[in-house]
């Protein structure tokens, strides 16, 4: 066949559709361990906090995958909705971030324990390097949903934090604040 029909996004939703698809969804009963109040989770948690949609494309070594995560609008306590966020396994894989609707953060983390974060937004583009731990933070009242593209080998570890992230984003006084956490 010398024409291949091609996936397809619709970039203003990040729907996936024209390809195999597989969706993992993450409740907020399974993100107890990631809020500061991670009690409050347990009062709803069958509410699902994040989807990711990936096309089931062959992995391998130099095969890259394509997802998009759905974050829902949501907060914690105080402390907004986010992924529990990962180092990739094989360290020094990077990972492309393109922001598709809604409005947030990403976070991101070296392995020196220095964060910073990225405003997320429809149009945005993320390169997160090698050797960097991240997590998006959706701070608006829309689902934020994000493309990623990422080496098939790359693995997720979500272990290596052992503090959590150095950042922490909340609604104070209705103002989205980054807070730096001070570990006792
Ligand atoms: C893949 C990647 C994203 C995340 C997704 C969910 O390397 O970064 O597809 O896996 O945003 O976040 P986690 O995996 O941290 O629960
Ligand atoms: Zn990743």
Redesign the pocket.
Known sequence: DLLIQPFQLAWATGALSHGPLIRKT?LLGDLSAIFTDGDATQLFPDRPA?A?DMFDTPGGEGELYV?V?HLYPGKVGDEYFM????F?QRREQG?VYFGLQGEGLLLMQNQQGQAWTEPVFAGSVHIIPGYTA???INTGSQTLSAL?V?PST?G?DYTSLPHGFALRVIEKAGKVRIMAVKHG
């Open positions: 993450t994040y990711v997802g995560t992924t529990r966020g990962h990739h990972e991240h997590r998006l990623a990422w790359a997720h």
